[in-house]
């Protein structure tokens, strides 16, 4: 739907500080909508990059558009990914119109080592810079939220581990404990600090709440009769390991279908 943020290609509702561009998005609202029928008419999902306030507003007001023209016969499943920026008057919407949200919990600490607030406070002002990555306050609305890694760099797996993910999504952090090229290091904790999500919280947004984004709830994300058995054993407890450095945690053990596998 939009850009990214650091060089203001993200679609914004208020202009960037520093200098007054917008950013654009991809679609406008009635063609979500449009794009949203067809979708629903050929049993597919949704799920779009959204890294500005605008962007997700506009894919928002086009579910509302196609939600209203269908009614009970609206199918499909809707993910804003990313979600860096969001503005107040469309953070209770997710809920009330079904869309999911999708963080990448390892840019919680800012994106970039040292102290990111100073880097974004030019882009976006202080007030709103210290507004980025609110997915407690998502999480809070009862709207679905769920996690996963679009931090990937080649020849460096790090950013893609989920245990990574984790201890920043509980630490808005990157310290001298976490499993992390030196360059992602952070000085302090990223404002909002009441953002931090739970470990209880992060492992459902990986694994229940992911199955239900991809409508596989029913054989996947949880251990229970009758699904695939899909799981992994770890030597710690991760419900009460603690945040900091909680990405040096990996399974002793991965089951496939009831069976041991490595």
Avoid at 128 to 136: F, H, I
Avoid at 156 to 167: A, N, R
Wanted: proline share 3%.
């Amino acid at each position: 739907m939009d850009g990214t943020m650091k060089i203001e290609t993200a679609a914004m509702v208020t202009p960037y500080a520093d200098t007054g561009v917008v950013g654009a998005t991809t679609f406008e609202a009635e063609e979500i909508a449009e794009i949203l029928k067809t979708l629903n008419e050929e049993g597919l999902d949704f799920h779009v990059h959204t890294v500005g306030e605008r962007s997700s507003r506009v894919v928002l007001d086009g579910v509302e558009m196609a939600r209203k023209e269908l009614g009970d016969n609206f199918r499909v499943k809707v993910t804003c990914a990313h979600l860096w920026i969001q503005d107040d008057a469309d953070l209770e919407r997710f809920k009330k119109l079904g869309v999911t949200a999708n963080y990448t919990p390892v840019w919680h600490s800012g994106t970039i080592g040292g102290n990111p607030i100073e880097f974004w406070s030019v882009l976006l002002g202080e007030e709103r810079a210290a507004k980025m990555y609110r997915s407690k306050t998502l999480w809070d609305t009862g709207a679905l939220v769920t996690f996963s890694s679009d931090d990937v760099a080649y020849g460096d797996f790090s950013t893609w581990s989920p245990y990574y993910g984790m201890e920043v999504g509980m630490t808005r952090h990157v310290s001298e404990k976490t499993k992390a090229p030196d360059e992602q290091r952070t000085v302090k904790a990223f404002p909002p600090l009441d953002e931090r999500m739970s470990i209880e919280e992060l492992l459902l947004g990986y694994t229940i709440n992911g199955a239900k984004q991809l409508g596989i709830e029913a054989s996947k994300g949880s251990i229970e009769a009758g699904k695939d058995a899909d799981f992994l054993v770890f030597e710690n407890d991760l419900l009460t390991a603690e945040p900091a450095g909680f990405s040096y945690n990996l399974p002793t053990d991965v089951y496939s279908g009831g069976k041991k596998v490595n």
